[in-house]
């Protein structure tokens, strides 16, 4: 049975994204840049839950082979992002408040190891100590990013845990571009937040950071949630399952 095309209007949405599109995505090739556009789209809302992705207008939009295209439609099905329909080849898959969620959740899972690891190692803070005060100066976007890539590396660091930040930088994300030039509030909550996570880690109460780090990544969610959901990005999560129901339990 052959595959299904793209509908033309959908077709149409994305190559005039690419056309408009001024980021740096244009430095990927392959598979690699499939990937990502397709998250950026989805993100977006310039693809919808359900849209149908051929290899054939894939390749055609991004002017690459339908090899490229097949091994970023694999990666992408991994990654939750499409799903693949016999008959029909993938779809695209929609974000919903759950998804956001078990997302950051998922981010708090590593952060919690990490802050267990650090404060049982017990060794030195110097480098922790630095990233503090490199989040708490940050003002840009831009400059919080570093920022919170340094604090990252430094927790990692006095932890003994490589792996961890491997983990943490692997881990899937929502957001397919820099998360704190995309959701106004994350500089301010990241500038609150991490501060008072890494003094806690110093101190040796991993509970307190913990929960503060709880608290900082459930804040993101909520934040993102809103900025989607203002925008008519997230599909509908069903009866009992509203968005405003989902941002208030978080």
């Known amino acids: ?46 693809l919808r839950d359900g849209d149908t992705l051929s290899q054939d207008d894939l390749a055609d939009v991004l002017g690459l082979s339908r090899i490229p295209v097949r091994d970023g439609l694999i990666a992408l099905e991994a990654a939750g992002w499409v799903r693949m329909v016999p008959g029909v080849g993938a779809t695209a898959v929609g974000l919903d408040g759950a998804a956001i969620g078990d997302c950051f959740e998922l981010f708090v899972t590593l952060w919690r190891l990490m802050i267990q690891r650090a404060v049982q190692g017990g060794g030195e803070f110097q480098s922790l100590l630095g990233a503090i005060r490199s989040v708490q100066q940050a003002q840009t976007p831009e400059e919080m990013a570093a920022a919170n890539e340094e604090f990252v590396a430094a927790l990692c ?66 934040n993102l949630i809103r900025l989607l959901s203002e925008r008519n990005v997230l599909r509908d999560e069903g009866p009992g399952r509203s968005l405003q129901s989902r941002v208030n339990s978080r």
């Open 1 to 46: 049975m052959p595959r299904a095309r793209m509908q033309p209007a959908v077709k149409t949405r994305l190559l005039e994204s690419v056309s408009a599109d001024e980021s740096d995505a244009h430095d990927l090739t392959g598979g690699d840049l499939v990937v990502e556009k397709v998250r950026q789209w989805v993100f977006e809302g310039i």
């Open 157 to 222: 660091e006095v932890a003994g845990a490589p792996r961890l930040e491997a983990a943490f930088h692997n881990a899937g994300r929502i957001v397919p571009r820099d998360f704190f030039s995309v959701v106004p509030e994350a500089v301010e909550v990241q500038r609150r937040s991490v501060p008072a996570i890494g003094r806690a880690v110093v101190r040796g109460d991993a509970k307190r950071a913990t929960t503060l780090a709880v608290a900082q990544h459930r804040a993101h969610a909520k």
